[in-house]
T-cell receptor, first 116, second 114 residues
Framework: SAVISQKPSRDICQRGTSLTIQCQVDSQVTMMFWYRQQPGQSLTLIATANQGSEATYESGFVIDKFPISRPNLTFSTLTVSNMSPEDSSIYLCSAPRTSGVLDTQYFGPGTRLTVL | GESVGLHLPTLSVQEGDNSIINCAYSNSASDYFIWYKQESGKGPQFIID?????DKRQGQRVTVLLNKTVKHLSLQIAATQPGDSAVYFCAENAGGTSYGKLTFGQGTILTVHP
């Protein structure tokens, strides 16, 4: 399985501030993905982070609110901008790893964000 | 850990019983399906996957069944153990331009009683 780490593991932030979450993968991957898991909910894809090009966002998510960087093939950051309490969630990154003949998505441990 | 008990269906079993967790998926174009286990305070952990050209795949103590006709996926866990207690999610991917993008089901909370 892929080894994916995230920093910070959790944070408590004030409304109106921004937080940048880091994701590191132990091998080079073309695509990385960012998900949000709101309290008591399932996971929702925010965006695809492509190396060398702009991130592509899913419906309901915009670059101004969730800017993403992908400076190399093993690293990505997601920023949650101008936070409000509604942004309190777990933010997860994922990356593929070939398991047999399939590319399976593996997840990091998540960043637990609380906005006051 | 996070609160996951408010909105998700639940399944309670006794240790040693077999568990069956069901999932209905939405996209008839999906060709790849994954089951994940998420323990409190952790990210989703890969359990088993299956492609749409199969209807059954077995792993260690787990079996995934796929019924494309009714767009239904199930996860069977044999001889369930207390360590299996977690939230289980199915996820689907349509491939092609959607490569890597997963759509998750709502999740099921499995509680195993000793």
């Amino acid at each position: 399985s892929a080894v994916i780490s995230q920093k910070p593991s959790r944070d408590i932030c004030q409304r109106g501030t921004s937080l940048t979450i880091q994701c590191q993968v132990d091998s080079q991957v073309t695509m990385m993905f960012w998900y949000r898991q709101q309290p008591g909910q399932s996971l929702t894809l925010i965006a695809t982070a492509n190396q060398g090009s702009e991130a592509t966002y899913e419906s309901g998510f915009v670059i101004d609110k969730f800017p993403i960087s992908r400076p190399n093939l093993t690293f990505s950051t997601l920023t949650v901008s101008n936070m409000s309490p509604e942004d309190s969630s777990i933010y997860l990154c994922s990356a593929p790893r070939t398991s047999g003949v399939l590319d399976t998505q593996y997840f990091g441990p998540g960043t637990r964000l609380t906005v006051l | 850990g996070e609160s996951v008990g408010l909105h998700l269906p639940t399944l309670s079993v006794q240790e040693g019983d077999n568990s069956i967790i069901n999932c209905a998926y939405s996209n008839s174009a999906s060709d790849y399906f994954i089951w994940y286990k998420q323990e409190s305070g952790k990210g989703p952990q890969f359990i088993i996957d299956i492609r749409s050209n199969m209807d059954k795949r077995q792993g260690q103590r787990v079996t995934v069944l796929l019924n494309k006709t009714v767009k239904h996926l199930s996860l069977q866990i044999a001889a369930t153990q207390p360590g299996d207690s977690a939230v289980y999610f199915c996820a689907e991917n349509a491939g092609g331009t959607s490569y890597g993008k997963l759509t998750f089901g709502q999740g099921t909370i499995l509680t195993v009683h000793p």
